[in-house]
């Protein structure tokens, strides 16, 4: 008898082991792609904040900025402070450059900031040199959440 030529082994199906790796390939990929958009939406958000709170602190500055170059001897200023120098919205109640913690009203003074949760605050020290007593400010921006 004359055997034929063996007849080559068809494959109906894949393996388990190919199935195992292809499932974890594409979990692999999803889970980057996920990380991906969930990281660009944070961003743009801490984007929208920063940007807010720039212009706050810019809008601020600026009106502290008026006090210092403002002639005192034509305008008392537009505050009731014991200098007529009290920012408007100053929740503390001090003097524009008085020492101690500003907590200013978000609503008045940083609209886009308020609607975000923000606060915004400056704190004064006031240090002495040879010409006279002079104010060092620095701001602060914070959230709710």
């Known amino acids: 008898m004359a055997s034929g030529p063996a007849t080559p082994y068809k494959r109906n ?3 388990l082991i190919e199935l ?3 499932t974890l390939m594409i979990g692999v990929i999803a889970g980057a792609m996920m990380s991906l958009t969930l990281t660009g ?3 743009v958000g801490r984007v929208d904040r920063r940007v807010s709170a720039a212009a706050a602190v810019r809008g601020v500055s600026e009106a502290l900025k008026a006090y210092v170059t403002a002639d ?3 305008a008392q200023g537009p505050g009731a402070g014991p200098d007529g120098w009290t920012l408007p919205g100053d929740l503390s109640v001090l003097p524009a450059f008085g020492a101690g ?3 200013l009203s978000t609503a008045q003074w ?3 900031l308020a609607a975000q949760g923000g606060r915004i605050s400056y704190d004064v020290a006031v240090r002495q040199t040879p ?3 002079e104010p060092d400010v620095s701001f602060s921006v914070s959230w709710n959440d």
Do not use: C, D, K, Y
């Open 13 to 15: 199906g894949f393996t």
């Open 110 to 112: 940083a609209p886009a």
């Open 131 to 133: 010409s006279g007593p």
């Open 20 to 22: 195992i790796v292809a």
């Open 41 to 43: 939406r944070m961003s």
């Open 72 to 74: 005192r001897a034509l």
């Open 101 to 103: 913690h500003h907590e």
